[in-house]
């Protein structure tokens, strides 16, 4: 397997050289250059398997230069019940007839990002070893609050890495910036930066790009790469849970199989969905993908008009993992959709960096309708979603599972498609306590965020994250601030260069 350009500017890399080097050196991404298909007999093998084994067979179909033991090592490292508590690793719940919540919130730090980057750590120092690399990797990361904690959390005192994450002053929760600032480890360093996420990203792209810069820290023997979605070895792990919810409804026998199902995602970035959608492209029966926005609707407009237009104001809201303007993977989609033309890719994106908005053709536009729909939630409504579902379901969603639930069923009654129904939560409710509360007894709250988390325990009795527990008392260890411009200056004199 070998992976290509989006933009058609750079030869092709084997998975362990897209891994390390996280994304395209002269801009784009890395993709596969063909996606493995798989037979529904082949899928149906695996429906008594366990999360790791269905694991190393997706891995082994895209990480064709690993060993089966590397991988197997890999998977047993990540997905190990000190990490992963819970026995299926992505728990599938039924909330009524035809809807079901995945879980993906059971590693340590309670979000969906955990899924790859509990693995993303082994798979990249086997990507440095096999090439050889003798440079120290600098792992920069952009986070609108989950992913920053996870990559923290996964490269913590791993030796010859050094991880550096960025994350917006005020656009993350307390108990977001909590975790990443009571983060560990000798070789972590965390940056707030006055403004937001699109912010923080640009910035770190900007870096990847910056040739001049790149010379300077190769002579100081360093080298960058990603722990964002941008990185193949981020997004790659994320195909397998699509798989095992499916594997979940046959095996509970909620559906036949072949049977077409339906998977709702809360996104911002666009990576999670992306991740669905190469399920589907290998052979996962679905049928539509429910992409949900919240207030920052850049992505349902798209859907629903064929123009990706940012030119328009960002909106803080209490779903800030999807606080985003600029979808990096919508990159990689597109490049599936249109053919894989690399010209037409170039050309929208500098569109997209001239005049903030690009238009795509009609024919991949129409290709993307017919799977694809976009709907969003106001914050008001993700918060009926929040204290509906309590009530009918007696159970707790946060702020961005909420805004897929309430999506769905917007989708349900605009379409009338009822089919069996898969919503991605991608975070703890706990990790946004005081939106949540607020949300279920209709009233601003003004009590410290750890207050609410112990009411928030009481009033519901659901337990606290695990990774949440005792956070109050840790230690502040990170004070790096910055503004947009200085985060180059900022990363030379982190790495003492």
Known sequence: MEYISTRGNYRKVSSAEAISLGMVPDGGLFIPEMIPQIRLEEILEFKDSSYQELAVWIFEKYLSDFSKKEIKDSVAAAYKEESFPSKEKTPLLKINENTYILELWHGPTAAFKDMALQILPHLLLKSVKKLNIKKEIVILVATSGDTGKAALEGFKDVDGVKIIVFYPEDGVSRVQEDQMKTTTGKNTSVVSIKGNFDDCQTAVKNIFADKEFKAELEADNYQFSSANSINWGRLL?????????????????????GEKINITVPTGNFGNILAAYYAFKMGLPVNKFICASNDNKVLSDFLETGVYNINRDFKK?????????????????????????????????????????????????????????????????????????YQQYNYLLDPHTAVGVDSLNKYRQQSGDQKTAVVASTANPYKFSRAVLESLKEEKLEQDEYRIIEELSSLTET?????????????NRHHHSCDINSVKSKVAKILKI
């Open 317 to 389: 809201t209490i779903s800030p993992s999807m606080d985003i303007l600029i979808s990096s993977n919508l990159e990689r989609f597109l490049f599936e959709m249109n053919g894989h033309d690399s010209g037409k890719i170039n050309k929208w994106y500098q569109d997209l960096k001239t005049d903030k908005s690009f238009k795509i053709d009609e024919e991949t536009f129409t290709k993307i309708r017919e799977m694809f729909s976009g709907e969003f939630s106001s914050e008001a409504e993700a918060r009926a979603s929040i204290k509906q579902t």
């Open 463 to 475: 337990e606290v994250h695990r990774g949440l527990i005792g956070l109050e008392e840790m230690e």
């Open 237 to 257: 792990p994320q195909i397998v849970y699509y798989f095992q919810a499916y594997l979940e409804l046959l095996k509970d026998k909620k559906i036949k199989a």
